[in-house]
């Protein structure tokens, strides 16, 4: 079968694009992470000791991330919701008011001596805040943009190789590689679409993980375009493989936010640490800055670690019966622990357990996450370690 050159090399000229344009994307997403206020500023000790411990903590008026709460005492209206409270936000509080009563005389003094002049600066302040804000959500927004930028040039890549080859785009690992990526990209902006931005904190450890695997499958993966193996050249192809590619894309989503889960609950170990009065407030706590700042509560990461799972776990259902319907159709038998099909069922099985003993033992936090990565980590295995160092009757890599 002649393989259309231009279309070939149009595909891979476009994958190229599509990884600078991820990583222009990644570095703004970047950018209005660590300038932005998504998880807020801790106010100085002086300033809280205006609100009040008991302001502080009381129902209700838990800041919506931890150190939301502002010299005046409001929450900052970007992360004001109360669905997405942090638990840890009341225990820095609490330590905070602790230490606002022990400076209080001395910060008294300072702000007296200071007189309007520490006034007019409040102002300042207060007033050239909206537009530094403005401009930090600007980045992001060009961020997004960028990124719909580099998932139209991915499409493009996709579609332009399975045209030059007169086949589906999915025959090989780095095809498959790339066609993951689309998918946790996809994954990203739908998430983005349904939310109204609310998630655009996540855009940087979606694209680092994203730009690194296109950068690994257009290296070590790399294939020219090429017709399929004899073996792949069934309809199922578009079937079993498409449902095994849609969903570890998505587990790829699910994996990013179950690290980020565990290390805010590391971080929000800390703090309770702190309120109780086991440990003393580290600078990060005090100052603007630091990734755990920025990100929403645990509670809220494990959450949306469970119902991204919630979603893919169907779909690798549909992957693993449909490849046993296919494997009768090739090799006369449904099932025959080949490595591919065993390491399938044990990521499945792992999957399966994640969502079981959320819903049954009520498991959440470190152990449901231990779980969801050691799904992940099944599925990499299924993926590489079987593809590239395992023989079996699925070594279709097509990499030498």
Same mark, same amino acid.
């Given at each position: 079968?002649?393989?259309?050159?231009?279309?070939?090399?149009?595909?891979?000229?476009?994958?190229?694009?599509?990884?600078?344009?991820?990583?222009?994307?990644?570095?703004?997403?970047?950018?209005?992470?660590?300038?932005?206020?998504?998880?807020?500023?801790?106010?100085?000790?002086?300033?809280?000791?205006?609100?009040? #411990? %008991?302001?502080?903590? +009381?129902? *209700? $008026?838990?800041? &919506?991330? !931890? /150190? =939301?709460?502002?010299? @005046?005492?409001?929450?900052?209206?970007?992360?004001?919701?109360?669905?997405?409270?942090?638990?840890?936000?009341?225990?820095?509080?609490?330590?905070?008011?602790?230490?606002?009563?022990?400076?209080?005389?001395?910060?008294? #003094? %300072?702000?007296?001596? +200071?007189? *309007? $002049?520490?006034? &007019?600066? !409040? /102002? =300042?302040?207060?007033? @050239?805040?909206?537009?530094?804000?403005?401009?930090?959500?600007?980045?992001?927004?060009?961020?997004?943009?960028?990124?719909?930028?580099?998932?139209?040039?991915?499409?493009?890549?996709?579609?332009?190789?399975?045209?030059? #080859?007169?086949?589906?785009?999915?025959?090989?690992?780095?095809?498959?590689?790339?066609?993951?990526?689309?998918?946790?990209?996809?994954?990203?902006?739908?998430?983005?679409?349904?939310?109204?931005?609310?998630?655009?904190?996540?855009?940087?450890?979606?694209?680092?993980?994203?730009?690194?695997?296109?950068?690994?499958?257009?290296?070590?993966?790399?294939?020219?375009?090429?017709?399929?193996?004899?073996?792949?050249?069934?309809?199922?192809?578009?079937?079993?493989?498409?449902?095994?590619?849609?969903?570890?894309?998505?587990?790829?989503?699910?994996?990013?936010?179950?690290?980020?889960?565990?290390?805010?609950?590391?971080?929000?170990?800390?703090?309770?640490?702190?309120?109780?009065?086991?440990?003393?407030?580290?600078?990060?706590?005090?100052?603007?800055?630091?990734?755990?700042?920025?990100?929403?509560?645990?509670?809220?990461?494990?959450?949306?670690?469970?119902?991204?799972?919630?979603?893919?776990?169907?779909?690798?259902?549909?992957?693993?019966?449909?490849?046993?319907?296919?494997?009768?159709?090739?090799?006369?038998?449904?099932?025959?622990?080949?490595?591919?099909?065993?390491?399938?069922?044990?990521?499945?099985?792992?999957?399966?357990?994640?969502?079981?003993?959320?819903?049954?033992?009520?498991?959440?936090?470190?152990?449901?996450?231990?779980?969801?990565?050691?799904?992940?980590?099944?599925?990499?295995?299924?993926?590489?370690?079987?593809?590239?160092?395992?023989?079996?009757?699925?070594?279709?890599?097509?990499?030498?």
């Amino acid at each position: 079968m002649s393989v259309n050159s231009g279309l070939a090399a149009l595909s891979d000229h476009l994958l190229g694009v599509t990884m600078a344009v991820y990583a222009l994307a990644m570095l703004g997403y970047a950018a209005e992470f660590a300038f932005s206020r998504f998880g807020g500023t801790i106010a100085a000790p002086a300033a809280m000791s205006s609100v009040g #411990a %008991a302001q502080l903590t +009381a129902p *209700g $008026r838990v800041p &919506a991330m !931890a /150190g =939301a709460v502002t010299a @005046g005492g409001a929450v900052h209206p970007a992360v004001a919701d109360p669905a997405a409270t942090d638990p840890a936000a009341e225990a820095l509080a609490a330590a905070a008011a602790r230490d606002a009563d022990r400076v209080a005389e001395r910060t008294a #003094a %300072a702000a007296a001596m +200071a007189g *309007g $002049r520490d006034g &007019a600066g !409040a /102002g =300042a302040g207060a007033g @050239g805040e909206p537009p530094v804000t403005a401009r930090v959500r600007w980045l992001g927004r060009i961020a997004v943009a960028l990124t719909l930028l580099g998932w139209l040039a991915h499409v493009g890549s996709v579609t332009a190789r399975g045209l030059a #080859a007169d086949r589906v785009p999915w025959g090989n690992m780095y095809e498959f590689s790339s066609m993951i990526t689309l998918v946790a990209v996809s994954t990203y902006l739908a998430m983005l679409a349904r939310t109204r931005a609310r998630v655009r904190w996540l855009g940087v450890f979606v694209m680092f993980p994203v730009v690194l695997y296109l950068g690994f499958a257009g290296t070590v993966l790399y294939v020219a375009v090429g017709p399929l193996v004899p073996a792949l050249n069934s309809y199922w192809l578009k079937i079993h493989v498409v449902a095994a590619i849609v969903a570890s894309g998505v587990f790829m989503v699910s994996a990013v936010t179950t690290v980020l889960y565990l290390l805010k609950d590391r971080w929000e170990n800390k703090l309770a640490a702190v309120a109780a009065g086991r440990a003393d407030a580290f600078a990060a706590m005090r100052k603007r800055g630091g990734i755990m700042l920025r990100l929403p509560s645990a509670a809220v990461l494990d959450r949306i670690t469970y119902r991204v799972i919630g979603l893919a776990f169907p779909i690798w259902t549909f992957a693993v019966i449909a490849g046993a319907i296919w494997a009768e159709a090739a090799w006369g038998r449904y099932w025959g622990w080949d490595p591919k099909e065993t390491w399938s069922f044990i990521t499945w099985v792992i999957y399966a357990a994640y969502l079981h003993a959320r819903a049954t033992a009520g498991w959440k936090g470190s152990r449901a996450a231990s779980i969801s990565l050691l799904g992940f980590s099944a599925l990499f295995i299924d993926y590489y370690l079987v593809n590239l160092v395992i023989s079996g009757l699925h070594s279709y890599a097509g990499v030498e």
